[in-house]
């Protein structure tokens, strides 16, 4: 997946689950760190993840914010 699409999926699960600001930019890096800690998703052999999993790491980001 390139990186415009990547960025364009989790674009569109922040507007979805209202991950708005600052919020939005940890997002991203919540995601781009769970692939580095070995917990990426199952799209490619680059590990990203797919529209379902980003929905979940959605509510793991904001259940781990508290929010």
Known sequence: MGKKRDLKQIDAI???????GDLRELFG???EEQKNLGYGG???AKR?????ELR????EFLEEKGL
């Open 48 to 52: 990203d993840f797919t529209y379902k």
């Open 29 to 31: 890096e919540f995601i």
């Open 42 to 44: 199952s799209l490619n």
């Open 56 to 59: 979940e790491k959605a509510k």
């Open 14 to 20: 922040a507007n979805e689950f209202h991950i708005r």
